[in-house]
């Protein structure tokens, strides 16, 4: 299965967005407070099984909007309605090295997500993450070793299968393959696809990259500035763009 073939019968809903902002408040050295709006009246779903892209230049607000479906931002005043249909929602973070700790070995990390879970007894839990490595395509023998140990490939794969050790059906994928070799990168695209049909997952793919999005997404949301300017189906967006933005975005893929 591509990353345009969504699975039979009828969709249902994982993620519903509605008329989210998000404003970073700022205290000044006199005390004065001040506050930006980073997210602008942001409306968008996910449905089962989709892989939506949201693509735009670094700066635009495509990180922030994903910390905040999430819950993961501080310091932020949020507004409007995110609706999750998914439990334990999960993030796979940029850059691999930075999201995982250079102190603990593979299997500690993997783990630990499910002792703080805590349903499970530690072998249960160790038959869990070896069953997670085997899925990602980690030798068991790295079980032991520490990230600084590992190749980026290596360690791009730990932070997929930290994301998936709970089993969540929703996951928002943070430009996964941009710090990767590019021999690299088609390796681990086509993982997050196997891993999609294996373990039902849904995405939103955060990218700059327009021709990586067209290849795996089905639907696009376009981000200018805080503000989704433009959405819908892949093909359509990029073969009949109506917004200014989104054509110089690709009239600079095609020069």
């Known amino acids: 299965m591509n990353g345009k073939d969504i699975p039979s019968g009828a969709p249902d809903r994982v993620l519903e967005v509605n008329h989210l902002n998000v404003f970073y408040q700022d205290t000044g050295v006199f005390g004065k407070k001040s506050s930006f709006q980073a997210i602008k009246d942001v409306t968008m779903h996910i449905d089962h099984g989709e892989i939506v892209g949201l693509v735009g230049e670094s700066g635009c607000g495509k990180s922030t909007f994903s910390k905040a479906i999430l819950g993961m931002l501080d310091d932020v005043r949020i507004e409007g309605e995110i609706r999750h249909y998914t439990k334990r929602p999960q993030m796979v973070f940029q850059d691999p090295h930075g999201s995982l700790n250079p102190a603990k070995t593979v299997g500690w990390i993997l783990e630990e997500p499910l002792r703080i879970f805590g349903k499970y007894d530690e072998p249960e839990r160790k038959r869990r993450v070896l069953d997670m490595m085997d899925r990602v395509g980690l030798e068991r023998e790295l079980y032991t070793h520490r990230p600084r140990e590992l ?50 997952l849904s995405y939103l793919f955060i990218t700059h990259d327009l021709n990586l999005c067209y290849s795996i997404c089905d639907r696009v949301l376009v981000m200018y500035k805080g503000e989704i300017v433009e959405q819908g189906p892949v093909e359509e967006v990029y073969e009949h763009p109506r917004h200014d933005y989104t054509k110089a975005l690709l009239e600079a893929v095609l020069k």
């Open 151 to 200: 190749s980026g490939g290596q360690k791009q794969r730990v932070s997929i299968a930290t994301a998936l050790i709970q089993r969540p059906r929703f996951v928002v994928a943070d430009e996964p393959v941009s710090a990767l070799d590019v021999s690299i990168q088609g390796q681990i695209l086509q993982l997050l696809l196997n891993l999609r049909d294996e373990l039902d």
